[in-house]
């Protein structure tokens, strides 16, 4: 199994383009969300989702948005972006229920100039 | 507002010492779900532990043990005879009933020969 497959790795865009985040996992989760980790900061929640069809906002939801068409992806489109949008972004998937520890892809690195 | 507090940025020790990261949580819910990852330089998140709020047994796997105290909403983590190998960022989390995982700031651990 692959497991969570995150593209592309990095990313260089410029202010105002838009672009999409592609996440595929294969393990059959309900439960996926996307994060974007800055220094000093952790992880912090910017989407997620509980099954296809179904999304919500996170912490930090300005300037993405997302949706789950299917199972298996849930991508994460960047409208306009901004520097402050610079980042390392996550995503994660897992069974719906809490007690389940939630499975990473490796990340993409997204610098915006 | 944080509900997650990681309060060591980074920790410094020489091998074979004993580290220990501290991590204090905020909930409201009887029932949550308390989570540690590692983050070694190559980027990826992996998932060591996870406790339900129902069970306040330690544990110990290998050179890691992990106490968990209600009393103080504390879920600490020790690395016993540290290596360089445990030189990471190692992130605490907590998931309530709804399914959100929330992170701390996380800890560097750096281990020097």
């Known amino acids: 199994n692959a497991g969570v497959t995150q593209t592309p790795k990095f990313q260089v865009l410029k202010t105002g383009q838009s672009m999409t985040l592609q996440c595929a996992q294969d393990m059959n989760h309900e439960y996926m969300s996307w994060y974007r980790q800055d220094p000093g900061m952790g992880l912090r929640l910017i989407h997620y989702?509980?099954?296809?069809?179904?999304?919500d906002q996170g912490e930090v939801p300005n300037g993405y948005n997302v949706s789950r068409s299917t199972t298996e992806d849930f991508p994460l489109r960047l409208l306009s972006a901004a520097p402050s949008q610079t980042s390392v972004y996550f995503c994660a998937s897992s069974y719906s229920g809490s007690h389940t520890e939630a499975f990473f892809g490796q990340g993409t690195r997204l610098t915006v100039v | 507002a944080q509900k997650v507090t990681q309060a060591q940025t980074e920790i410094s020790v020489v091998e074979k010492e004993d580290v220990t990261l501290d991590c204090v949580y905020e909930?409201?819910?009887?029932?949550?779900?308390l989570f540690w990852y590692k983050q070694p330089p190559s980027g990826e998140l992996v998932f060591l532990i996870r406790r339900n709020s129902f069970d306040e047994q330690n544990e110990i796997s290998g050179r890691y043990s992990w106490n968990f105290q209600k009393s103080t909403s504390s879920f600490n983590f020790t690395i016993t005879a540290s290596q360089v190998v445990d030189s990471a960022v190692y992130f605490c989390?907590?998931?309530?009933?709804?399914?959100?995982?929330?992170f701390g700031a996380g800890t560097q651990v750096v281990v020097t020969p």
């Open positions: 989390a907590l998931k309530e009933s709804w399914g959100k995982l929330q």
């Open positions: 909930t409201r819910d009887t029932t949550y779900y």
């Open positions: 989702s509980v099954g296809a069809g179904i999304t």
